[in-house]
């Protein structure tokens, strides 16, 4: 099992910057691929970036590619998304996701977190 906690969601306005974290427990880090979802209101849940277990690979969809950084620190069991030039259209509940590889983590996650709001206002 793992648990998943994410922190870091808010109100923000056009243009700024968010960092999100995810606290990993129950299993080793190193051995678990992490990703971020995120679902608009109204609409299905999506994925935004995936890393892999040694945090070399990642993956980020189209919509945020140049403006948001996955990444990871094994030493803190702690998975990040840095947010930066966010825009209205990134408003939605994130969520943190884990798997035993970054496939399953794009595919069919093992393990979520409970997810946090952030709002972007133009």
């Known amino acids: 099992q793992v648990q998943l906690v994410e922190s870091g969601g808010g109100l923000v306005q056009t243009g700024a910057s968010l960092r999100l974290s995810c606290a990993a427990s129950?299993?080793?880090?190193?051995?678990?691929?992490m990703g971020w979802f995120r679902q608009a209101p109204g609409k299905g849940r999506t994925l935004v970036a995936t890393?892999?277990?040694?945090?070399?690979?990642?993956y980020y969809a189209d919509s945020v590619k140049g403006r948001f950084t996955i990444s990871r620190d094994n030493a803190k069991n702690t998975a990040y998304l840095q947010m930066n030039t966010l825009k209205p259209e990134d408003t939605a509940v994130y969520y943190c996701?884990?798997?035993?590889?970054?496939?399953?983590?794009?595919?069919?996650?093992?393990?979520w977190g409970q997810g946090t709001q952030v709002t972007v206002s133009s």
């Open positions: 890393i892999s277990r040694s945090g070399v690979f990642k």
């Open positions: 129950g299993r080793t880090f190193s051995s678990t691929a």
């Open positions: 996701a884990a798997g035993s590889n970054s496939d399953v983590v794009r595919t069919g996650p093992e393990y």
